[in-house]
């Protein structure tokens, strides 16, 4: 049988199981960016053309980059806490001081099956100023209740700790699985030379998921920035606009205010900021192992 032949026997399997796929891909990413980049150069009510007007006017506008570092602050938050902590608690896991690894991991998973929208009416009822669980405790104490979603100096903030509880399980899964593909026999050989966990966990296993870690992080910044459920959910961008993030802020313009065109371009301008730092960050640790 000749190399045509051969070609074309392998080439019609794949051709048929990825002609869906790429069909489902187009009508569901494709199709909608395209789209969302030709209504942002129309007019607001998408009646007339209007170029790069609306890209001009979002380079100017003050409540758009405040969006943005707000989601650059939970972005941070979200690196150091999910990220951190699961990196944390998955190291444990390769120690024997653990009991019972296979409920810890299904209790430390379970809030990643959630749906954002359920985790933010759970953490709203947490956060309650009258009936919530951490003003309960609060008041335990004989200590005033706090105004967790309502006070702008720390909305921010508080709206981010869901987001972490929610994906510490999704990055705990993705270290874990790295962690245990590390050769036996290099952990066993930091143990025979007296390294403790601290040791072992800092200077073999973190410099060897280093893959791993640039995957967890791209997938968590990326995340984060555009990040709307919980938002959307537990303060609607509120109060004023302090917790108010890029997703929220085209959704209010392109849906609320009936701005598409205007909402459409603060959406590219989304993915744009996005892939800038996701290529900063790519150099930036690609220089770093070049070093």
């Known amino acids: 049988m000749n190399n045509s032949r051969l070609f074309k026997l392998q080439a019609g399997p794949l051709l048929r199981y990825l002609v869906p796929i790429l069909l489902i891909y187009s009508f569901t990413v494709l ?45 941070v938050i979200c690196v150091i806490g999910q990220i951190g902590i ?6 444990f896991f390769m120690t024997n001081m653990l009991r019972m690894a296979s409920l810890h991991r299904i209790a430390i998973f379970l809030p990643v099956v959630l749906a954002p929208v359920v985790t933010g009416y759970l953490w709203s009822m947490i956060y309650n100023y009258r009936l919530g669980i951490l003003n309960w405790f609060l008041n335990l104490f004989n200590m005033e209740p706090v105004l967790w979603l309502d006070n702008p100096d720390y909305v921010l903030y508080t709206v981010s700790v869901p987001l972490v509880w929610q994906y510490i399980g999704l990055y705990f899964i993705i270290f874990l699985a790295g962690m ?36 967890a992080l791209t997938l968590c910044i990326t995340g984060t920035l555009k990040v709307f459920d919980h938002i959307y959910v537990m303060t609607g961008g509120g109060p004023g606009r302090s917790s108010m993030v890029m997703a929220q802020y085209a959704y209010n313009n392109a849906f609320t205010m009936s701005r598409l065109g205007y909402g459409s371009a603060i959406s590219i301008g989304m993915l744009i900021l996005c892939a800038i730092i996701v290529l900063v960050m790519f150099k930036w640790i690609g220089g770093e192992e070049r070093g």
Request: with cysteine; hydrophobic share 50%; charged share 15%.
């Open 31 to 75: 199709v909608p960016l395209v789209l969302s980049f030709y209504y942002s150069l129309q007019n607001e009510s998408v009646t007339q053309f209007v170029g790069l007007q609306n890209y001009m006017a979002l380079v100017k506008d003050s409540d758009f980059w405040f969006s943005f570092k707000n989601n650059i602050i939970i972005a």
């Open 86 to 91: 699961a990196f944390v608690i998955s190291s």
């Open 180 to 215: 245990q593909n590390i050769s036996k026999d290099v952990l066993e050989a930091c143990e025979i030379d007296g390294a403790n966990w601290y040791k072992k966990t800092v200077f073999v296993i973190f410099p060897l998921l280093r893959n791993v870690m640039t995957v």
